[in-house]
């Protein structure tokens, strides 16, 4: 069973990933935003890292930034649905920063977890 941090400011769909993820036999923790997301880092180990970009306080870019640093090997999918800048630039700074995937919000569920299985084998 793999061990998912799911980090979105948005409820609802923290709440449906982690659904989603529990129907495919993940143990999910979730985060509201970067600072919930380092917190969890620093208590429990992860197999996985799912995480939004802009979110209040400590947005994902902060938060992938102090996981390569602390957990390198991590594997971390970042979403983004856009914000002040264009979604892709954000999502292009996520990967150069070491998100091994990087999906534009909305996206298909099966395209997440067929990055979800590439990311953990």
Known sequence: MSRSLVVDDDPELRSTLQRLLEIKGHKVVLAADGRAAETALTGELFDLMVTDIVMPDQDGLEIIRITRSTHPDLPIIA?????????????????????????EKPFD???LLTAIDAALN
């Open 79 to 103: 979403i983004s649905g856009g914000g002040r800048l264009r979604t892709g630039n954000y999502l292009q700074v996520a990967k150069a920063m070491g998100a091994v995937v990087a999906l």
């Open 109 to 111: 569920f099966e395209e």
